[in-house]
């Protein structure tokens, strides 16, 4: 461990003010009182009672003497910094994702109310604002009751000093990193206290990029492990692939064919791009190494590193590397590509589309293919990886970046393998991602030294990362179905970035700077005056019952969206083409909806009030019940769904509430008019609103949390 006074030198030397201090007590004589006291030799100084404040140059001597009985050698006195916002800010080396930065309330306040914003390292001056206007204490930075705001600048430039490009992050062996307090001021900041653990780790470089075009759509295919006599896991997958009417082979060591498929002797004589493994765990290693001139080798079987045998997973990734072939796995499901009768899941194939995923759980996985389809869902490629020991998340992310078959991107992880990679793919990524993490509450983090340490946890780490690169990080499958839905339904009519509107953040261009800031939108600073109203506005929510659209308001302010009011000159056109309103309008607007009102009176509702006040997004909500109590056909609702379809210039969302009321198959029909006219449609409010805040975010609309 450095002592406190060679990291301030350290700090010194990158411009970062610190106070004038010795080490030596007996030159103590040269700095201006009042003095602080410090035991150079102890980690948590206060604690201990290693640290006296506003000591004079008579007092100074005694207080040496009495701390040394107690403490030992080793001193550091400095000038008393004066009176600020105490702040920490500290860095700390994850486990998967390499530096994080922390700042916060510092002082006595960093274990009192752990108040603190975590970014990855390297850090934008973007990032280290919103940092800093994401802390509940903000208030106190900008000026509060009475007291100046201290300077914001200052402490900006600190943040970016230790994490920003070309910070003391880079040169650090970390370890841990921490400066708490910093005293921040009207007149800028001092880092009055600091410590530094070192801890040397490997440099990170990323692979080179890789060409995944043939394990979506491979010419030929192998299945290794399929049996003549006892049906497993093999030949399932054999049946998947005949199905799909894909070319396959078996590989087997004395059968002709297995199950009406013909069969090789082993996987050298194979002739294929692609192999599927589904052998036991200590036999894979040896199956790998024959498939020398295989582009890509998945292995389906468990017992690896997930269950307490590195040395077997160790072992396949050698054999792999010997072999020159690319590894999916081990413990993955395989590749589903419709467009490349790529599969690994029964039913058959579905529709070719553009939305891709890359899941680190092949079941999981599973799911999100059938119940997606069945919602709506046409996949490009998706990509199961389990314990992803060759081919990575962060890997595939690049490639689909610039795949043409691909619009919007959804992740399933559990353990980002290489989080640096992963967070510089998600930053030059240009498509919508959506990520859903699995154990972001349950892995913990190892016991940390400094309070840096124990404030970074897992749960934070991943939403720092969706923050700082623009993704959508959501908390269930249905989420990430439901906003997948959204995207696809409407990347291929995105609408020009909305200038910046209040309460909203705006636009800007996708950075492949991890750095960058947010990705794929700016924020404006705190303090910042909002300019004049915005040509477009956010989100209008329309649809039957009050009730239903307070509900409705409940659940897009959870969302973190603001739904802007209605323009006061919209009265008059309402009434003329036959809506009843009273003196005042709202959103969430009040609209009847049924079998009994006219079915195109919604979209002349639409049409009418984004001619006065453009809309980015349109949530039209309809009681699919009321359809049914008070009417005796579905043609009414298909009506309403044919003419919403018709709406143009704004992103219409459709929620079709108390859907269990229609007949066996309407809901699939009204889901197929959407669907045609580019709709997305929800069962509830709450998973429209997760998926419209997603594509607010991500298209330029608002700033918040799905």
Not at 348 to 353: H, I, S
Not at 450 to 458: A, K, L, Q
Not at 488 to 493: D, K, L, T
Request: with cysteine.
């Amino acid at each position: 461990m450095w002592t406190e006074h060679q990291v301030k030198e350290l700090l010194r030397e990158a411009g970062v003010p610190v106070p004038r201090g010795v080490a030596d007590p007996a030159l103590a004589g040269t700095l201006t009182p009042p003095l602080v006291l410090k035991s150079a030799g102890l980690l948590h100084k206060t604690d201990a009672g290693g640290v006296r404040l506003g000591l004079t140059h008579d007092t100074l001597g005694p207080a040496v003497a009495e701390m040394r009985d107690r403490l030992g050698d080793g001193f550091l006195i400095e000038e008393q910094a004066p009176a600020g916002v105490e702040l920490i800010v500290g860095l700390v080396r994850d486990p998967g994702f390499g530096p994080v930065l922390l700042a916060g309330l510092g002082g006595v306040w960093t274990e009192a109310l752990r108040d603190t914003a975590l970014r990855l390292c390297p850090i934008s001056e973007t990032d280290a604002r919103r940092m800093l206007a994401s802390l509940r204490g903000s208030p106190l930075l900008y000026g509060h009751r009475g007291t100046p705001p201290v300077d914001l600048d200052a402490v900006v430039k600190l943040l970016l000093t230790i994490g920003g490009h070309g910070g003391l992050w880079e040169r650090l062996e970390l370890g841990e990193f921490e400066l708490n307090p910093v005293i921040a001021s009207p007149s800028g900041v001092v880092a009055v206290d600091a410590r530094y653990l070192p801890s040397p780790s490997s440099p990170h470089v990323p692979p080179p990029a890789h060409d995944f075009t043939t394990l979506f759509e491979p010419r030929r295919v192998a299945v290794v492990g399929a049996s003549t006599s006892r049906p497993n896991f093999g030949n399932m997958f054999l049946e998947f692939y005949l199905a799909a009417g894909a070319e396959v082979v078996a590989v087997h060591p004395t059968a002709a064919s297995v199950g009406g498929v013909p069969a090789v002797p082993s996987l050298a004589a194979a002739d294929v791009d692609y192999a599927l493994v589904a052998v036991p765990a200590s036999r894979c290693a040896e199956v790998v190494r024959e498939a020398r001139g295989v582009p890509y080798t998945q292995v389906m079987s468990g017992g690896f590193g997930e269950a307490g045998h590195p040395d077997l997973e160790a072992a396949l990734a050698g054999a792999a590397r010997e072999a020159g072939t690319r590894l999916l796995g081990p413990n993955c499901m395989g590749v589903y590509c419709p467009r490349g009768r790529q599969t690994f899941v029964g039913g058959g194939l579905g529709p070719p589309g553009t939305v891709a995923l890359i899941s680190q759980s092949g079941g999981l996985a599973g799911e999100v293919i059938k119940v997606g389809e069945r919602r709506g869902l046409a996949f490009s490629r998706v990509a199961t990886l389990g314990n992803a020991a060759d081919v990575t998340p962060a890997e595939l992310l690049r490639w689909l970046s610039a795949d043409p078959a691909t619009s919007v991107v959804g992740l399933y992880l559990e353990d980002p393998r290489d989080g640096l990679a992963l967070f510089s793919a998600l930053a030059g990524c240009p498509l919508p991602v959506v990520m859903l993490v699995g154990g972001r509450s349950g892995q913990g983090r190892r016991a940390a030294a400094s309070h840096t340490g124990g404030m970074v946890s897992d749960s934070r780490i991943w939403q720092a990362l969706a923050d700082q690169t623009g993704a959508t990080l959501v908390t269930t499958q249905d989420a990430l179905i439901g906003t997948l839905s959204y995207f696809q339904s409407h990347a291929p009519r995105r609408p020009p970035p909305a200038p910046p509107h209040p309460g909203h953040r705006s636009a800007s261009g996708r950075s492949s700077d991890p750095g960058a800031g947010a990705g794929r939108h700016s924020g404006s600073d705190p303090g910042e005056s909002p300019g004049p109203r915005a040509e477009r506005a956010g989100v209008l929510v329309i649809g039957p019952s009050g009730g239903a659209g307070v509900l409705a308001a409940d659940a897009f302010d959870d969302a973190g969206l603001t739904l802007d009011p209605l323009p006061d000159d919209v009265l008059d056109d309402l009434k003329a083409i036959g809506l009843g309103v009273g003196s005042s309008l709202a959103n969430p607007l009040e609209v009847p909806v049924g079998p009994r009102v006219r079915p195109d009176l919604v979209k002349q509702v639409i049409a009418t009030i984004v001619r006065r006040l453009p809309y980015q997004d349109v949530v039209a909500h309809v009681n699919v019940q009321s359809f049914f109590t008070y009417g005796t056909s579905a043609e009414p609702l298909r009506d309403y769904a044919r003419h919403l379809g018709e709406v143009e210039g704004v992103r219409v969302t459709l929620v079709t509430r108390n859907g269990e009321f229609a007949p066996p198959a309407v809901e699939d029909e009204i889901r197929a008019i959407a669907a045609e006219a580019g709709i997305p449609v929800y069962r509830s409010m709450e998973a429209a609103a997760i998926a419209v805040a997603a594509g607010q975010r991500f298209y330029g609309g608002t700033d918040g949390t799905a």
